[in-house]
C-alpha cells in the first residue's frame, strides 16, 4: 500500500465517527400538537391532536409525555386512536398538579404501519383560569421505531391561551339582563 492510499484509509477511518454522528442527528419524524397553539375561554373544554408529521419510514409504535401549567389547564382525558394503534395501547398517568405532566402515553401497531403525517391520540382539556400554558412534548420508554429499527424523532412543544370571555358576550349578557328586570317591573306595574 502506497504513502497516498494509506493517508486516504487514515482520513476515511477518522471521518467514519463524524458522518455517523452527522447521520444520526437526521430527523425520521415529529410528534406534535395539532394546531401547535390555541386560543380558548376561560371554562371551555377543547381537544388538541398529537400527530405524526413527516414520517420517512413507517412506523410501529413509540410513546411520549408531556407536561403542562396545571393551574391554567386540567386535562380531562387521552384518547388512542385506536383505528390506527390497535397493539397494547396505554393512556398513561395523568397529574394535574400546578406542575401538571402526562406520562407514559404508549402505541403500537402490528396491522397499519402509517408513515407521513398521521394521528397519534387525542387529549381533552379544560382551560381553568387566564393565562398561557406550553405543551412541552417528550420521548417516553418504549421507543418510536420501524421494523424493529430505532427512528430519530423530534418533539415540537405546543402553547394554550386561555383567554377572557369575548366583551360581545359579556355586553349580550348584561342586555339580556336588563329586557328582563325591565319587563319583570312592567308586568309588576300592571299587577
Request: proline share 5%.
Amino acid at each position: 500500500m502506497n504513502t497516498q492510499n494509506l493517508i486516504h484509509a487514515a482520513a476515511f477511518c477518522l471521518a467514519l465517527p463524524f458522518a455517523s454522528a452527522t447521520h444520526a442527528a437526521i430527523v425520521d419524524g415529529t410528534v406534535a400538537f395539532n394546531p401547535s397553539s390555541t386560543n380558548v375561554n376561560v371554562g371551555d373544554t377543547f381537544t388538541l391532536d398529537v400527530w405524526g408529521k413527516g414520517f420517512t419510514s413507517s412506523l410501529d409504535g413509540g410513546s411520549f409525555n408531556f407536561g403542562f401549567d396545571g393551574n391554567v389547564v386540567r386535562v380531562d382525558s387521552v384518547a388512542l386512536d385506536t383505528g390506527t394503534w390497535e397493539f397494547a395501547p396505554s393512556v398513561g398517568t395523568t397529574s394535574n398538579a400546578p406542575a401538571g405532566s402526562v406520562s407514559g402515553v404508549e402505541f403500537n401497531t402490528f396491522l397499519h404501519n402509517p408513515i407521513g403525517d398521521f394521528k397519534i391520540a387525542t387529549i381533552t382539556f379544560t382551560a381553568l383560569t387566564l393565562g398561557t400554558s406550553s405543551l412541552d412534548l417528550s420521548a417516553g420508554l418504549n421507543p418510536y421505531g420501524s421494523g424493529g429499527t430505532p427512528l430519530n424523532v423530534g418533539f415540537q412543544a405546543g402553547t394554550i391561551n386561555a383567554v377572557p370571555l369575548p366583551p360581545s358576550l359579556l355586553i349580550m349578557a348584561s342586555s339580556l339582563a336588563s329586557l328582563m328586570l325591565i319587563g319583570r317591573r312592567k308586568v309588576s306595574a300592571d299587577v
